[in-house]
């Protein structure tokens, strides 16, 4: 993976979070593959919370504090460090979402200039920085 500082910045949604995780980067598309394999990669801290429900309601089987260290050391994940009052004020527009989660991840990746890599279909036909 040839990632450096001048790597285009990517977020990525939970959903691919818990794909990488899991080691199915079959479930990638090319470009989000591609995109995962040379970009500057980094998480909303909002993920991370998100993570942590699905394994309190048993979707997923390995919480945060697990998920979320191995990537790092594997594919160089980071947490975004966007100021928060900003990611909610811009959350705040994207009234096309009702799930509170997708907003503030799309915010987060829209305030960064990054592409958001996720498959999710009403993220990408609302979203310009949407990458599949």
Same mark, same amino acid.
């Given at each position: 993976?040839?990632?450096?500082?001048?790597?285009?910045? #990517?977020? =990525?949604? &939970?959903?691919?979070?818990?794909?990488?995780?899991?080691?199915?980067?079959?479930? *990638? +598309?090319?470009?989000?593959?591609?995109?995962?394999? &040379?970009?500057?990669? @980094?998480? +909303? %801290?909002?993920?991370? *919370?998100? =993570?942590?429900? @699905?394994?309190? $309601?048993?979707?997923? $089987?390995?919480? %945060?504090? /697990?998920?979320?260290?191995?990537?790092?050391?594997? #594919?160089?994940?980071?947490?975004? /460090?966007?100021?928060?009052? +900003?990611?909610? &004020?811009?959350?705040?527009?994207?009234?096309?979402?009702?799930? %509170?989660?997708?907003?503030?991840?799309?915010?987060?990746?829209? *305030? +960064?200039?990054?592409?958001?890599?996720?498959?999710?279909?009403? #993220?990408?036909?609302?979203? %310009?920085?949407? *990458?599949?």
């Amino acid at each position: 993976m040839a990632r450096g500082s001048e790597s285009q910045v #990517i977020h =990525l949604d &939970t959903h691919i979070v818990c794909w990488l995780y899991e080691g199915r980067v079959d479930f *990638l +598309s090319g470009a989000a593959r591609a995109a995962v394999e &040379t970009g500057r990669l @980094l998480v +909303s %801290p909002l993920v991370e *919370l998100e =993570l942590q429900l @699905l394994n309190e $309601i048993g979707r997923i $089987i390995a919480g %945060p504090d /697990t998920v979320l260290p191995a990537l790092a050391r594997e #594919i160089g994940l980071q947490a975004t /460090t966007t100021e928060y009052r +900003s990611v909610v &004020t811009a959350a705040r527009e994207l009234k096309w979402a009702r799930d %509170p989660f997708d907003r503030l991840i799309v915010a987060d990746a829209i *305030l +960064s200039g990054a592409k958001l890599v996720t498959k999710d279909r009403l #993220i990408r036909r609302h979203c %310009p920085v949407a *990458l599949w």
